[in-house]
Nanobody, 117 residues
Framework: QVQLVESGGGLVQAGGSLRLSCAAS??????????MGWFRQAPGKEREFVAR????????YYADSVKGRFTISRDNAKNTVYLQMNSLKPGDTAVYYC????????WGQGTQVTVSP
């Protein structure tokens, strides 16, 4: 069974930064074969796409709302994907999740990001 564990969230003032991590584990899970992504869900809203990265980290894609402020990266040796978030805005407040690009892996618990004005 594959498990995703997100961490690194917290409370930050607008304009601040956070770095999220997502560690994937599972005896038969080949992390390096998957495009990975970050998603977020704000209170009362549906989960939305934030960013994704290809298998070797050479290609990335972002939602317009975070482009230029967030950076996704990965370390295949550690089965971990990261999300560096800079210039945070109150609108970025949400629970952040990682998954493969299609959301096919069982979702983890997510990590809460709260941005105060």
């Amino acid at each position: 069974q594959v498990q995703l564990v997100e961490s690194g969230g917290g409370l930050v003032q607008a304009g601040g930064s956070l770095r999220l991590s997502c560690a994937a584990s599972g005896r038969t899970f080949s992390f390096s074969l998957y495009y990975m992504g970050w998603f977020r869900q704000a209170p009362g809203k549906e989960r939305e796409f934030v960013a994704r990265i290809n298998r070797n980290g050479g290609s990335t894609y972002y939602a317009d709302s975070v482009k230029g402020r967030f950076t996704i990266s990965r370390d295949n040796a550690k089965n971990t994907v990261y999300l560096q978030m800079n210039s945070l805005k109150p609108g970025d407040t949400a629970v952040y999740y990682c998954n493969d690009r299609y959301g096919q892996i069982p979702w983890g618990q997510g990590t809460q990001v709260t941005v105060s004005p």
